[in-house]
């Protein structure tokens, strides 16, 4: 029997990847649409090419009545259309009312946000068995960092690393144009919406042995129309003694992304599809390795395969999208203390 599922959210990254990634799901049925607007919740809708029930602030019909119905049994929460810091209050009232929840990344707003969620969730929803909080980070799903890793697995101690992220967001980009992008009300602006994809990339790489326990960095705005900053350069030590880099900027015409793990017997690079082994021999070996679509396809099936196995999927685990948001949050810390160390408090091995 399918799982009844309602998108919460009418926005870009909803109608574009959550909506067909339910639509292809066998254990998913799509029940209803919430969106802060009525037009928005129409033209996913629409997208969808089924006869579904529309939600929406301005409406008659709410968030509170999509979590009244007896035949949704759980929503995933597509943050394009809710402002990060909303998501929490989206988040807790669904789990309140029994179902089970696929939230976006980042996790909260901020650390102190999330750890308070999550604390209330393990100690008040998570004993009762009947709903399960999940969050989303479509990095852990693709497949040129899954491979990567293996690889990375296979060179011995890691050494070393190094992640270099680069674009220039323009202000009649697709994703620029929300309001709460345009002028945020979370911290960090893009650099924390979009960055906490990259520090799940790395935190992936460096697998379950490596992990990260201090850092410094500077931050900077180079593009007025991205505050309050849009790049930031930072030095991460690792519980092994080890340290690397990680570099991140919205708004220059540097060319990323890169991610390089450096191994006892070599390393390796992800830059998009392309995959770089380098062994001390000084042999090269260069795979290009597709990914599907963005990873919100096999995150969203294996959500719902989960659930209808009645299990969690660790990969989705709150835990481990509050060790993505608290890097990035230290980083920005950091930077508005000019270079100021950072001890981190919630990274852990990433046993995924």
Same mark, same amino acid.
């Given at each position: 029997?399918?799982?009844?599922?309602a998108?919460?959210?009418?926005?870009?990254?909803?109608?574009?990847?959550?909506?067909?990634a339910?639509?292809?799901?066998?254990?998913?049925?799509l029940?209803?649409?919430?969106?802060?607007?009525?037009?928005s919740a129409?033209?996913?809708a629409?997208?969808?090419?089924?006869?579904v029930?529309?939600?929406?602030?301005?409406?008659?019909? @709410?968030y509170n009545?999509? !979590? =009244?119905?007896?035949?949704?049994?759980?929503?995933?929460? +597509?943050?394009?259309? *809710?402002?990060?810091?909303?998501?929490?209050?989206?988040?807790?009232?669904?789990l309140?009312?029994?179902?089970?929840?696929l939230?976006?990344?980042?996790?909260a707003?901020?650390?102190?946000?999330?750890?308070?969620?999550?604390?209330?969730?393990?100690?008040?929803?998570?004993?009762?068995?009947?709903?399960?909080?999940?969050?989303?980070e479509?990095?852990?799903?693709?497949?040129?960092?899954?491979?990567?890793?293996?690889?990375v697995?296979?060179?011995?101690?890691?050494?070393?690393?190094?992640?270099?992220?680069?674009?220039?967001?323009?202000?009649?980009?697709?994703?620029?144009n929300t309001?709460?992008?345009?002028?945020?009300?979370?911290?960090?602006?893009?650099?924390?919406?979009?960055?906490?994809?990259y520090?799940? @990339?790395?935190?992936?790489? !460096? =697998?379950?042995?490596?992990?990260?326990?201090?850092?410094? +960095?500077?931050?900077? *705005?180079?593009?007025?129309?991205?505050?309050?900053?849009?790049?930031?350069?930072?030095?991460?030590?690792?519980?092994?003694?080890?340290?690397?880099?990680?570099q991140?900027?919205?708004?220059?015409t540097?060319?990323?992304?890169?991610?390089?793990?450096?191994?006892?017997?070599?390393?390796?690079?992800?830059?998009?599809?392309?995959?770089?082994?380098r062994?001390?021999?000084?042999?090269?070996?260069?795979?290009?390795?597709?990914d599907?679509?963005?990873?919100?396809?096999?995150?969203?099936?294996?959500?719902?395969?989960?659930?209808?196995?009645?299990?969690?999927?660790?990969?989705?685990?709150?835990?481990?999208?509050?060790?993505?948001?608290?890097?990035?949050?230290?980083?920005?810390?950091?930077?508005?203390?000019?270079?100021?160390?950072?001890?981190?408090?919630?990274?852990?091995?990433?046993?995924?």
């Amino acid at each position: 029997m399918a799982i009844g599922v309602a998108l919460i959210g009418g926005g870009i990254w909803a109608r574009e990847e959550h909506l067909p990634a339910i639509l292809a799901s066998e254990h998913l049925e799509l029940k209803a649409i919430y969106s802060r607007s009525l037009k928005s919740a129409e033209d996913t809708a629409k997208a969808s090419g089924k006869q579904v029930e529309l939600y929406s602030e301005d409406s008659k019909q @709410g968030y509170n009545e999509v !979590l =009244g119905r007896e035949d949704v049994d759980a929503v995933i929460i +597509a943050v394009l259309r *809710l402002p990060i810091v909303s998501q929490g209050g989206y988040v807790s009232a669904a789990l309140k009312a029994g179902k089970h929840v696929l939230s976006e990344k980042p996790v909260a707003e901020s650390v102190a946000e999330a750890e308070s969620l999550v604390k209330w969730y393990r100690e008040d929803i998570e004993p009762q068995k009947k709903a399960t909080w999940s969050v989303a980070e479509n990095f852990r799903y693709l497949n040129s960092f899954s491979y990567a890793r293996e690889k990375v697995q296979g060179l011995g101690k890691i050494i070393g690393f190094r992640v270099k992220v680069y674009g220039n967001i323009q202000q009649d980009g697709k994703f620029f144009n929300t309001d709460w992008r345009k002028v945020p009300t979370h911290q960090g602006g893009f650099l924390l919406d979009g960055g906490v994809h990259y520090t799940a @990339g790395l935190r992936y790489l !460096l =697998g379950p042995d490596t992990f990260i326990t201090r850092l410094s +960095a500077f931050t900077t *705005l180079l593009k007025e129309h991205l505050p309050p900053v849009d790049t930031v350069d930072a030095i991460l030590k690792a519980n092994t003694g080890i340290q690397g880099t990680f570099q991140l900027s919205n708004g220059t015409t540097l060319v990323g992304p890169e991610w390089t793990i450096g191994c006892e017997n070599g390393s390796v690079s992800v830059e998009n599809s392309k995959i770089t082994v380098r062994t001390l021999d000084g042999k090269e070996d260069v795979q290009i390795i597709e990914d599907e679509r963005t990873g919100v396809p096999p995150e969203v099936r294996q959500w719902g395969e989960a659930l209808a196995a009645g299990k969690v999927n660790p990969k989705q685990s709150p835990s481990q999208a509050l060790a993505d948001l608290e890097l990035l949050e230290l980083m920005l810390r950091s930077g508005a203390k000019d270079g100021q160390p950072q001890t981190c408090h919630c990274q852990q091995p990433a046993n995924i």
